[in-house]
């Protein structure tokens, strides 16, 4: 699927195009599925305005959208070792997901865990390393009482299995509609936010993850203890046309040095180290990937509608034949 320029998902269009060239320090993935999150929303519309800086000014530089992934290597470039044809892989390409060839480089894939899905494999890679990283960032240990915004979305059901993986109590806050996938993630608790807000049971939470981007400080610092650690993650994209709500990620470090609580912006990069980590987890049982609608490739376009409505809890994800 590919586009010529931004704007919503009317843009994509099916094409035959040659398959994508591989470099020494590359693979080629016959690709199995792929999946969507809010960076190829923003990578689709070019908002917030920024991101055109890395993807191009007036066009899109990469014309095929996606970045997880998951398939079978096809080829290896001549510096790979690590890798070999008939290996079965996860992670993120380079040259788009949403196709079915891509090349990735060896740094950013790992073996696709036993016992799951390629399109739960392709659901895991940037949603689960982002999970992971603002677990480790908020510094969650056992006995921790953790709330988590989002907690129905792509990173908040990996955000909440991994923080009872260790040993927190988990608040999580979703929809109505997702209420039950939450709790069957192991949610010690639910807020329903279209009822209830997140401070209704005064200052409780020694860490907060703040996935959905949309709430604002004060808000969150109501909600947590005097000494808790509030993570910022992902920014509202949805929001402002400059810089959409990520500038609440830059300006945390600005705006800490001024609070009794921890104020933390996160930022993650899909690294082998990370999905292998994933994998663990993934294998031994303690994490398993939420894919809450799957797509054929065909109907890229409407699984994009699908994720803008937030219709599917946990992952969306896009089958290739």
Do not use: N
């Amino acid at each position: 699927m590919t586009r010529r320029t931004y704007g919503e998902a009317d843009v994509l269009e099916s094409s035959i195009v040659d398959p994508p060239a591989v470099a020494d320090d590359e693979v080629l993935i016959e690709v199995r599925a792929a999946a969507v999150d809010p960076g190829v929303w923003i990578f689709m519309t070019g908002r917030p305005w920024a991101v055109r800086l890395a993807s191009g000014i007036r066009r899109p530089r990469i014309p095929i959208l996606g970045l997880d992934v998951a398939g079978v290597i096809s080829a290896v470039g001549a510096r790979i070792t690590r890798f070999r044809a008939g290996d079965e892989v996860y992670g993120t390409c380079r040259s788009g997901s949403f196709a079915e060839f891509a090349t990735a480089r060896e740094t950013q894939l790992a073996i696709k865990p036993s016992g799951i899905s390629f399109a739960q494999a392709a659901a895991t890679p940037v949603s689960g390393v982002t999970a992971l990283t603002s677990i480790r960032t908020a510094g969650v240990r056992p006995g921790h009482h953790v709330l988590i915004t989002g907690a129905g979305g792509g990173v908040g059901s990996f955000a909440v299995q991994l923080a009872k993986a260790r040993g927190a109590t988990v608040t999580g806050v979703c929809s109505t509609s997702k209420a039950d996938l939450v709790r069957s993630l192991g949610a010690d608790a639910v807020i329903d936010y279209t009822a209830e807000e997140i401070d209704k049971d005064g200052a409780v939470y020694d860490v907060i993850l703040d996935l959905a981007g949309s709430r604002p400080l004060s808000l969150l610092r109501r909600a947590a203890k005097p000494r808790a650690t509030i993570a910022l993650v992902g920014g509202g994209h949805t929001k402002g046309r400059v810089m959409g709500g990520f500038h609440r990620q830059m300006a945390a470090p600005l705006i800490a040095p001024f609070l009794s609580q921890k104020l933390k912006g996160v930022t993650s990069f899909v690294r082998v180290p990370e999905l292998e980590e994933l994998t663990r987890h993934i294998e031994s049982g303690t994490l398993t990937p939420t894919v809450g609608a799957t797509y054929p490739l065909a109907e890229a376009a409407e699984a994009l509608r699908d994720h803008t409505t937030s219709r599917s809890p946990g992952k969306i994800a896009i089958t290739v034949p």
